[in-house]
């Protein structure tokens, strides 16, 4: 089962995927900044459309 | 005369070899009992019906002695029935792409809209992708490629997780997708326990705030700014969610309503056959009756376990940065696997069993999207790990 990776570094992979873990973090946090920001856009578009 | 007897015995000899019957042998019954398992849940407990019940006849339908249905073909370039839809649907890659169309024709971002916050909570959830990543190489001896591919059926995402390992481990396909299509169908089994476990009475009573109203040009905005920020961060998973913000483009435009009905029911609906009878025919009895696909269910388990756990622990640890007024329901954490929208169902149900004017709903409709972001961003990690 184990194929050909019969040493497996388990610093390294374990060291990656904390890394791969905080990515995910980064991806859907940028994705919620960009929510807040289109959010703040859009209402403030909204309101000059508004005065006008 | 002696001569035509002979020739009538090898006749005879022949018709007999054609005959499934004599080429039978153990494994097959107990595949049978598998795919009318299968069946039965869908039929009779309304598990996942639209997946199980193909599943489960694709199992039954391919375990017997030599049916032609998904083998290579004896002429070239001449696949058998099933193989055909296998081949160009799931090895190519096409069916878990516009599933994710039709899921997102299907979608309202709505309440991730108005409580953009709750993204990080799907991060959250995908905890136990990354730890049965680990688990299945410790404790089962999975390579590299297999355990990735068995890691991500914690987020309880059937195309993810099909996509996925039709990409790293083709060979664990059918396992893995019945194993997450299980888990999903189970999730108002297995997350109840653990929702109690790791909260309070108090945490289980707190009335989340209102949300409020997103409106159309931010609904619109959304799946264009997602397409963005997602093919720039990971675009491993385009496929997928390229599909996916499709899909809601087309519902939130209001101008394609046929184009959105169609992805959402006609063409889903189409390819969910395909799929569930391609899953099915995979599990053919030589493949499927070994030690990996237990270790698979179990592996499965603990990871949909760990993933809801993460899920409410994000939210436990935001809350302790959030005004009071602001504090979210942990209950919703464990919305944060995908499993749309069951989980969120879940949700719910556990809040009004501790506080009946809780209405958790919606509020837990935001994890649950963002868990199907966060499984396709664990996805494109793993994706590109192994390049």
Known sequence: MMGQENVIPWGNVIFVLLVRFAAVFVILGVLQIGLYASAAIVSKLLATVKRK | ?387
């Open chain 2, 1 to 387: 005369m002696e001569t035509q007897a002979v020739d009538v015995i090898e006749m005879l000899r022949q018709i007999l070899d054609q005959m499934g019957i004599l080429n039978m042998n153990w494994k097959y019954p107990v595949m049978w009992l598998i795919g009318c398992l299968f069946i039965y849940l869908a039929i009779r407990h309304n598990f996942e019906p639209l997946l199980l019940l193909p599943i489960g006849f694709g199992i039954f339908l391919v375990n017997f002695p030599l049916t032609p249905l998904m083998g290579e073909g004896t002429k070239e370039g001449h696949r058998e029935l099933i193989q055909i839809f296998y081949h160009y649907g799931l090895a190519w890659e096409v069916i878990p792409c516009v599933i994710f169309l039709g899921l997102g024709a299907m979608t309202d971002f709505g309440s991730l809209i108005a409580n953009p916050k709750t993204l990080i909570v799907g991060a959250g959830a995908q905890l136990g992708v990354f730890i049965t990543f680990c688990g299945s190489i410790l404790l089962c001896g999975f390579t590299l490629k297999e355990a990735a591919s068995v890691g991500i059926i914690g987020g309880a995402d059937g195309p993810t997780t099909i996509y996925l390992t039709q990409k790293l481990a083709p060979h664990l396909l059918g396992m893995n997708a019945i194993a997450a299509y299980s888990y999903m169908a189970m999730v108002p089994l297995i997350q109840p326990p653990i929702m109690r476990l790791l909260t309070t009475r108090r945490e289980k009573q707190i009335i989340m705030r209102q949300m409020r109203q997103v409106s159309r040009t931010e609904k619109i905005i959304f799946p264009l700014l997602a397409t963005a920020l997602i093919s720039l961060l990971v675009p491993a998973v385009m496929p997928l969610m390229g599909m996916f913000m499709f899909g809601n483009l087309m519902r939130e435009s209001g101008v394609v309503q046929r184009l959105s009905d169609t992805a959402e029911n006609a063409l889903m609906n189409i390819v969910t056959i395909f799929l569930g009878i391609s899953v099915g025919a995979t599990m053919q009895a030589d493949k499927f009756l070994s030690p990996k696909p237990l270790m698979i269910f179990g592996l499965g388990l603990l990871d949909f376990a760990v993933c809801t756990a993460g899920g409410i622990l994000t939210v436990k640890l935001m809350n302790l940065f959030i005004k009071s007024e602001n504090r979210m329901n942990p209950l919703i954490g464990s919305a944060g696997v995908s499993a749309v929208p069951m989980a969120a169902r879940v949700s719910q149900v556990v809040g009004q069993k501790y506080n009946p004017q809780n209405f958790l709903l919606m509020h837990a409709m935001g994890p649950n999207l963002a868990g199907v972001i966060g499984t396709a961003a664990a996805a494109g990690m793993f994706i590109s790990m192994f390049k």
